[in-house]
């Protein structure tokens, strides 16, 4: 089985993405407006796209002799449920508003990085996100997202 | 002298002094801690600067970034754990002090050298920023674009890690930036027909995900979990005067270097302490004590360090190039507040670099007293368990992302950008160059194209502008020096091929 570094697989990755973009460049849309200013919208974002296909491809040729990569399945686990804890606080701070969002992300981080102690972490939990909310959105008036259940916040 | 007290009037008030005194404080607690950084700091501050004035706004990010740099060498001596990169040559002279029972004595060497660095850049940004913004008004188009590929290449190609990925994240940052609205054309580019992402990839979202979020991802994917360290008892005592005269010429010689590197693109704090320390290891007459606990270490690294802080603006506020993600990060906070650095800042709104000027004075003194009085304090950050203080740090830094426009898209940025700076981190690639690409790619695009109207479509008549040919030569004999195994790779292999 040929060895596969994470620089490698990010090089193909970029290789392919600017394939892909420099091909959209091409697309209908762009040629419409060529003739706006001379220059067209995707004139520079094509260079850079040229520029990151060779320099891509250059990561690859040089990472080839990097170490392969290696993944362990706990620590993967882990990485797993923090990106989707994080993901899904993300998608929950617009759906239930800041304060709801950031108590529930409050009690799930910390167990996934590994801090079991209950207490600390209500604490956390209860009144960190309360007093950020509270400062935000009562004092300097900067208006976070709202829950639609509750009137308050 | 009418716009220096117009400067001075700017920040004679309250919310001002106040800001500085918060700004710094926190700072410092950043620096304290081990991971977090200047550029989380400033995420961490962004929300509330939004809601301030312009000065108290500017106050607390320059608090911020000062205290963040001085902060690192009292973990650095306590913990022998840098709570910055900057302070990592620190912990060389200053923990073996601590083991003594002297961190007070080291902490205190650390404070003074600090305030005196801190001062000194203050001094060359005063008297080197205005002349370099002075030269920087005769640039035309093609010399600006001139200018920002050389700063991109020299802050690609000095950035920690492997060089080529460098050049490739700032490629990559340049073309983030690049998508949504054409300024020019008014067209949209790679939107994919997506009408939230027609303004653009905002860059504090950008800043907030690739520095904080990944930094969290990054400490998830570490396979042993952080222990507890062992905390040396902190304190300060400052040294007494007669140990200060033979390390002056070694304190004034470090604040040059930090000072001369600090105003260079792509470099930092954390280069200049460790050139300065390696000229101390050269130079000093107590050398072979050196790495055994001698002052010299700490005064080297430390004044070094801090006196980056106000070089580092000398390229941000004259040219509107910042050197580092630090003061990207400023100089995008900067423009939400409706200061726009360039060299016409010098000549349109000299009070408000006035009144930067004096800010950052009155930073530094502040920083001596709160680290005076309570660098005891500030160690207990240092027992706050690593699980609770990253999801601190998650929340408000993408409550950060949020505030800047309101905007729920801000936040799914600040995450794929903290999932693709996991990636990338783990890859080996350097994510400044990325932010550094991000800034200043509308300023490379629109003077290319201007440059392209003014020769008519050439781009060898870039060639016959005598600065921008000397800009274009520095940047190609950097790109050559960075690539030289590859070319050489790639000569030999032609040859081999030509040979058969």
Sequence with gaps: ?153 | MADLMLGLEHIASYQTLLSILIGTVVGVIVGVLPGLGSVIGITMVLPFTLAMGQMPALAMMLGVYCGSVYGGSISAIVINTPGTPQAAATALDGFPMAQRGEADLAIGWATMASLIGGLFSVLVLMLVAPQLAAFALNFTAIETFALGCFALICIAGVSQGNMLKGVLAGVLGLFIASVGLDHVTGDMRFTFGNWQMAAGINLIPAVVGLFALSEVFVRASESSLPKPKLLHRAGFRLPAMREWRPRLGLLLKSCAIGSFVGALPGTGAATSSFISYAEARRSSPRRNELGKGEPDGIVASESANNAVTGSAMVPTLALGIPGDPVTAVMLGTLIIHGITPGPRLFTETIDIVYAVLLILVLVNLVMFAVGALGSQLFTRALRIPEPLLMTMVTIIALLGAYGVRGNAIDLLIAFIAGVVGFILRKGGFPLAPLVIGMVLSQMIENSLRQGLLLTRGSFVAFLERPIAFALFAMTIAILIYINRALLIGAFGWAGRLLRR
Excluded: N
């Excluded at chain 1, 193909?12 to 067209?40: E, K, N, P, W």
């Excluded at chain 1, 040089?62 to 989707?84: C, F, H, N, P, T």
């Design chain 1, 1 to 153: 089985m040929p060895r596969v570094s994470l620089a490698m697989m990010i090089g193909a990755g970029m290789a392919l993405l600017a394939v892909f973009l420099i091909h959209h460049t091409f697309a209908d849309v762009y040629q419409r407006s060529y003739q706006a200013a001379g220059r067209g919208p995707v004139f520079f974002p094509r260079i850079l796209l040229g520029i990151l296909l060779v320099l891509s491809v250059a990561v690859m040729i040089e990472a080839r002799k990097d170490a392969a990569l290696q993944v362990s399945w706990d620590v993967a686990l882990r990485m797993v449920l923090v990106l989707l804890a994080t993901g899904g606080y993300v998608l929950a701070v617009t759906k239930a508003g800041f304060l709801l969002a950031s108590i529930g992300f409050a009690l799930i981080l910390p167990p996934l990085l590994g801090y079991r102690r209950l207490l600390p972490i209500l604490v956390i939990a209860a009144l960190y996100p309360v007093c950020i909310w509270y400062l935000f959105d009562r004092i300097v008036r900067i208006p976070l997202p709202s829950s639609p259940w509750f009137v308050w916040f």
